[in-house]
C-alpha cells in the first residue's frame, strides 16, 4: 500500500502518518541515468531509486511514464523542428507532446505540425526514409533493456502468477484473448499463452471498421505467427459507418454510438455464439493508468460496463503496468506490434475517434490523407446541414467533438414519443408510429407478458397481452387512425396497481419501434439472449424471454434505447 500524501509504503489501509487512505499500488516512476543515457524504472518506494544499476551512479527523475520514439517518428519530428537526423545519433524518448532527446526535455507543440501542409511533410520523409536508420535505437533500447531486467522480471512474474490464479477455475477452451491489434493487447495476449503454455487459446479480434491500415496489416500478421491460436474476427458488416453518420450524425465525445455498434456489440454476438450461457474468463489489455475513467476499474470485473455478457469474467494481467513496462516487454521479448507506434501514435483504435488527441489527428493527416480528407468534408457537410454557421471552424477547431444530442437531425423526430390520451377510454393511449402495427412491433410486447394475437376482438384486429404468472390481460393492442399521424396504435392498460408505470415502458418500445438503428446495444444487454437484431427486423424470441424486464427499464436502457440519448433535442 501506498501513501500519497507522505510518499511512503505502508502495510495499513490508512497512512499512520497522515491518517488519509492509501492506495493499492506503489507508484513507479522513471529516473534518467545520464551517464548511461537510459530510462530506468523503479518503485517510488525504494531505496536505491537514485543509483544506475548498470553504472552505479546517481539518477535523476525523469517523468511518470514515457514511450520510445521509433525513428521513423524521429524523422518526423526532425522534420518539424529541426534539421533531418539532427538526433539521429542520440536517444530520443517521450510522452504525449514532450519529446526527452538524451534526457533533455522538448515540448513539440501542435503549431509545429500545422506549419507545413502534410503533404509536404510526407514528401520529405518519403526524400529522407532510406537514410533513416535503426541502429543508434537498437543501441539505445538493448541498454534500456538491461538496465531495467529486474523491472521486466517482476512485472512478467506477476503477471504470469495472476494470470495462472484467474485462469484457474475455467476449463482452458472457455479462456478468451480479446485481441484489439494495439500494443496492450499485443503484451496481454503474449503472456497469457506462455503463462497457461497453450498457443490454441481463443483470440477474438474487434474489427470496428475503423481500424487503422496497420492495425489490419497487423492482425494478419499475427495469425500467421500464431497458427495454433484460434482467431475469431468479430466484425459488424451488414452497416456502413459513413451511412450510419448520415443518419444520426457523427459520433461525438457524448454521443459514441459506433462503441456499440461496431466494437462491443459485435463481439458479444461472437462470445454468445460460441459460448452462449457458459462461464467464461476474458483476458483483455486494460490499464488503471490509461485514463481516468478506466482507473475506477478492478482488475478483475465481474460485472464492469465492458462485461456485455452473462457469465463472463473479464481480467486484465497488466492492470498496472506502465506504458513503458508494455514496451519494456515487447522490446525485450522481440514481440512483432503494430507498425502505428513506429509512426508516433501512442494509441491505436478506430482512426477518427472523437477521442484521439490532436497529436493523433495530426498523424492521420499526413499518413491517412485519403481517408482524413473524406472525413474532414463528411463533418463540414454534416455541420452545414445542422446549420452551424461556420462549418470549417467548427470541425477544424475539433467542436464537432462536443456535439450533444440530435439538433438539425431529421431523425431526431424518431426519438420523440408522440401521444394523445384516448378520449373515451381510461389509461389508453394512442402513439404515433412511424409505419403500420405489425408483428415486430406486437414482438416488442413480449417483455410485458403472453402476447396473444387470437384473445384480440377480430373486428377491430385487437392483440392481448396476458400477464405471465396470473393470465389476465394487462394490454390491448388496436391499429387505430387519428388525425395528424400516419400511422398510430391504440394501447389500453388493463388490471395492473400502476398503470403509468406500464404505459412508460410500453412507450419505450414504441419508441425502439420508430427509431431504432440497430446498434446492437439490446441485443448485448438481454442476458437470455432473447433478443436478435436480423437485417432490419428486431425480434423478442417468446420462448427465451424471461420478462426480466432489463430492456424496458430506464436504470439498463435509458430512454428504451440508445438514440434517445443520441437524438434528443432540446426544445
Ligand atoms: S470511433 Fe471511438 S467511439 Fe466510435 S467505436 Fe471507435 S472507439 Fe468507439
Ligand atoms: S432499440 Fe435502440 S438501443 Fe436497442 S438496438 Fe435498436 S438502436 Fe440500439
Ligand atoms: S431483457 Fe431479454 S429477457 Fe428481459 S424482458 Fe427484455 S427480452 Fe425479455
Ligand atoms: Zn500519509
Ligand atoms: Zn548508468
Known amino acids: 500500500m501506498w501513501c500519497k500524501s507522505c510518499s511512503r509504503e505502508t502495510n495499513s489501509e490508512t497512512c499512520e502518518i497522515c491518517g488519509n487512505a492509501t492506495e493499492q499500488d506503489t507508484p513507479i516512476m ?13 518503485s517510488a518506494s525504494r531505496i536505491d531509486k537514485n543509483i544506475c544499476p548498470l553504472c552505479g551512479k546517481g539518477t535523476s527523475y525523469l517523468c511518470a511514464d514515457l ?9 518526423l519530428i526532425e522534420m518539424l523542428t ?8 542520440k536517444t530520443v524518448w517521450a510522452a504525449d507532446n514532450r519529446y526527452y532527446i538524451d534526457g533533455e526535455s522538448k515540448m513539440i507543440p501542435i503549431s509545429a505540425y500545422k506549419k507545413r501542409s502534410a503533404n509536404k511533410i510526407m514528401e520529405l520523409l518519403e526524400k529522407y526514409k ?15 533493456i538491461k538496465a531495467n531486467t529486474e523491472r521486466l522480471h517482476y512485472i512478467f512474474d506477476e503477471a504470469t502468477e495472476f494470470i495462472r490464479d484467474t485462469a484457474k477455475a475455467y476449463p482452458s477452451e472457455n479462456i478468451v484473448i480479446s485481441f484489439s491489434g494495439g500494443k496492450d493487447s499485443t503484451v496481454t495476449a503474449d503472456l497469457t499463452v506462455r503463462a497457461l503454455s497453450n498457443p490454441n487459446l481463443v483470440h477474438i479480434f474487434g474489427d470496428t471498421t475503423l481500424e487503422f491500415p496497420l492495425t489490419i496489416e497487423y492482425a494478419k500478421r499475427f495469425r500467421e505467427n500464431n497458427p495454433k491460436a484460434i482467431f475469431k474476427t468479430a466484425k459488424n458488416k451488414e452497416q456502413d459507418f ?33 459460448y452462449r450461457d457458459r462461464d467464461i474468463l476474458t483476458f483483455y489489455g486494460i490499464r488503471k493508468n490509461e485514463s481516468v475513467s478506466r482507473s475506477k476499474y478492478n482488475r478483475v470485473e465481474n460485472n464492469a460496463e465492458s462485461v456485455k455478457i452473462q457469465k463472463q469474467k473479464v481480467a486484465s494481467p497488466i492492470f498496472l503496468w506502465k506504458d513503458i513496462d508494455v514496451w519494456l516487454y515487447i522490446l525485450s521479448e522481440g514481440i512483432d506490434f503494430n507498425d502505428a507506434y513506429r509512426l508516433g501514435y501512442d494509441r491505436v483504435g478506430c482512426w477518427c475517434c472523437p477521442n484521439n488527441n490532436e497529436r493523433a489527428q495530426l498523424l492521420s493527416r499526413i499518413y491517412m490523407p485519403e481517408q482524413t480528407k473524406k472525413w474532414r468534408e463528411f463533418l463540414i457537410d454534416f455541420a452545414v446541414k445542422i446549420g452551424k454557421p461556420d462549418a470549417e471552424v467548427y470541425v477544424d477547431s475539433g467542436k464537432w467533438k462536443a456535439r450533444q444530442g440530435g439538433n438539425g437531425i431529421a431523425a431526431a423526430e424518431d426519438v420523440k414519443i408522440k401521444f394523445t390520451n384516448c378520449a373515451t377510454e381510461d389509461n389508453a393511449k394512442v ?36 400477464d405471465i404468472k396470473t393470465n389476465v390481460p394487462i394490454l390491448s393492442v388496436q391499429p387505430f387512425s ?8 391504440k394501447i389500453k392498460t388493463m388490471n395492473v396497481a400502476k398503470h403509468d408505470d ?32 436480423i437485417g432490419d427486423e428486431y425480434r423478442i424470441n417468446e420462448s427465451k424471454c424471461k420478462h426480466c424486464k432489463m430492456c424496458v427499464t430506464a436504470k439498463y436502457l435509458e430512454g428504451g434505447c440508445l438514440m434517445d440519448k443520441y437524438l434528443k433535442t432540446k426544445e
Request: charged share 25%; aromatic share 12%.
Open 82 to 89: 529541426a534539421k533531418p537526423f539532427e538526433y539521429i545519433n
Open 67 to 75: 514511450r520510445p520514439v521509433f525513428p521513423e517518428e524521429r524523422l
Open 482 to 489: 387519428q388525425d395528424g399521424y400516419d400511422y398510430a396504435v
Open 130 to 144: 532510406d537514410q533513416n536508420s535503426y541502429d543508434v535505437f537498437n543501441q539505445t533500447i538493448d541498454k534500456f
Open 431 to 466: 402513439y404515433k408510429l412511424n409505419r403500420l402495427v405489425d408483428d415486430s412491433f406486437l414482438s416488442l410486447l413480449t417483455p410485458f407478458g403472453k402476447v396473444a394475437k387470437e384473445l384480440g376482438r377480430k373486428l377491430i384486429n385487437e392483440t392481448i397481452v396476458l
Open 242 to 274: 459513413y451511412e450510419v453518420c448520415e443518419d444520426i450524425g457523427p459520433p461525438a465525445r457524448m454521443l459514441r454510438w459506433c462503441c456499440s455498434m461496431f466494437k462491443t456489440g459485435p463481439i458479444t454476438r461472437v462470445l454468445n455464439s460460441m
Open 502 to 533: 406500464l404505459q412508460r415502458m410500453v412507450g419505450y418500445q414504441v419508441r425502439k419501434f420508430n427509431a431504432c438503428r440497430k446498434c446492437l446495444k439490446c441485443e448485448s444487454l438481454c442476458r437470455f439472449g432473447a433478443i436478435s437484431i
Open 30 to 42: 522513471i529516473y534518467w541515468c545520464n551517464n548511461c543515457k537510459t530510462p530506468i524504472i523503479k
